[in-house]
């Protein structure tokens, strides 16, 4: 009797991306053609697209079986999409890739032989080199990957992508966390397990633009300090003891000067900016605590990460309807 072929569920999240879909859907088709070792399938999620995205993934969706999609009620954001995805897939292997081929879809043979063959769990994907992308990013990237690997006990790889080939027991682990404020990088390392990393060069996407302003990127790792470390909590206490010390050592000051006889007091200057400054520490401290409470907050709404309107199955309802 033959052996049942184990399953590759690709999970690709896309947000107007109907020009790049088609370039996509063929290459990861032609790799697929060639793992005849796997099936496959592909879960698009198409995460409030504006433009025609939806109706592309309808199309292919109805000439391929292979094809699987989970349409959003709005923009629910990357993070929301992957897991929608995770939870929709039913293979024993799981890859999620980017719609804009920047995630190589022909490096899946090699990560599929690492889980099948060298015992690693999950294969996860960094890039080489930032090239292309503007200097100001990458310098804001190269620092906010310096604090977090300070703050946080996980460690964060830089230039790591979400492309990766897992698991099934990874994707249950990660699924196991239905945290609302998602860091899905941080999440990947969280739960651990034996992880085998690829670099590859920076590929520019094959069509339509970026979905990440800088604006946008500086809230995602904001989203990731407080995911993943509570260190920012603890430097209003750090400030006041500073400041606790730093007035100590005045009043020390003061008392001596007055003793010798010199005058105590040296002008309404620098009063004024002591009080701005150790006003602005304790709003920036207050500040620090507010997001942290904000997020808190949202945790315990425990909303849903997104809402479908369609998947692939109304749609065959529909035809069958028909
Ligand atoms: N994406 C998404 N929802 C969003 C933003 C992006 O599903 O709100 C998808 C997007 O369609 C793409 C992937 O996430 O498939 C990565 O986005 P993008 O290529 O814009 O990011 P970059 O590669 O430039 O970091
Ligand atoms: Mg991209």
């Given at each position: 009797?033959?052996?049942?072929?184990?399953?590759?569920?690709?999970?690709?999240?896309?947000?107007?991306?109907?020009?790049?879909?088609?370039?996509?859907?063929?290459?990861?088709?032609?790799?697929?053609?060639?793992?005849?070792?796997?099936?496959?399938?592909?879960?698009?999620?198409?995460?409030?697209?504006?433009?025609?995205?939806?109706?592309?993934?309808?199309?292919?969706?109805?000439?391929?079986?292979?094809?699987?999609?989970?349409?959003?009620?709005?923009?629910?954001?990357?993070?929301?999409a992957m897991y929608a995805g995770l939870e929709a897939a039913k293979g024993d292997y799981v890859a999620i890739m980017d719609a804009d081929l920047q995630d190589p879809p022909s490096l899946l043979p090699e990560m599929l032989g690492y889980l099948e063959n060298d015992g690693?769990?999950?294969?996860?994907?960094?890039?080489?080199?930032?090239?292309?992308?503007?200097?100001?990013?990458?310098?804001?990237?190269?620092?906010?990957?310096?604090?977090?690997?300070?703050?946080?006990?996980?460690?964060?790889?830089?230039?790591?992508?979400?492309?990766?080939?897992?698991?099934?027991?990874?994707?249950?682990?990660?699924?196991?966390?239905?945290?609302?404020?998602?860091?899905?990088?941080?999440?990947?390392?969280?739960?651990?397990?034996?992880?085998?990393?690829?670099?590859?060069?920076?590929?520019?996407?094959?069509?339509?633009?970026?979905?990440?302003?800088?604006?946008?990127?500086f809230k995602y790792s904001i989203e990731c300090i407080v995911a993943f470390s509570t260190a920012p909590l603890a430097l209003a206490s750090f400030f006041g003891f500073l400041f606790c010390f730093a007035a100590l050592v005045g009043i020390i000051v003061i008392v001596v000067r007055h003793f010798v006889g010199a005058a105590a007091a040296f002008g309404w200057a620098s009063t004024l900016c002591i009080v701005l400054f150790v006003g602005g520490v304790q709003l920036f401290c207050t500040g620090i605590l507010g997001t942290y409470l904000s997020k808190t907050y949202l945790e315990t709404k425990s909303r849903p990460l997104y809402i479908a309107a369609e998947t692939e199955k109304d749609l065959e309802e529909k035809e069958q309807a028909k």
């Open positions: 009797m033959a052996e049942t072929k184990k399953l590759i569920s690709a999970i690709v999240p896309c947000y107007n991306e109907e020009e790049a879909i088609p370039f996509f859907y063929d290459e990861v088709t032609r790799v697929a053609a060639q793992m005849t070792e796997v099936d496959f399938e592909f879960i698009f999620i198409d995460d409030g697209s504006s433009d025609g995205t939806l109706a592309v993934l309808r199309g292919y969706a109805q000439k391929d079986k292979r094809v699987r999609y989970v349409s959003f009620s709005r923009n629910f954001g990357k993070e929301s690693y769990d999950s294969v996860s994907t960094r890039r080489r080199t930032r090239k292309g992308e503007p200097p100001i990013r990458s310098l804001f990237a190269h620092i906010f990957y310096g604090i977090i690997n300070k703050i946080s006990k996980v460690k964060m790889t830089p230039g790591a992508r979400d492309f990766s080939l897992m698991k099934r027991k990874v994707v249950d682990a990660i699924l196991s966390m239905p945290e609302y404020n998602r860091f899905t990088k941080g999440i990947f390392n969280w739960v651990g397990f034996k992880v085998k990393w690829l670099s590859y060069d920076n590929i520019q996407r094959v069509a339509g633009k970026t979905k990440w302003s800088f604006w946008k990127l």
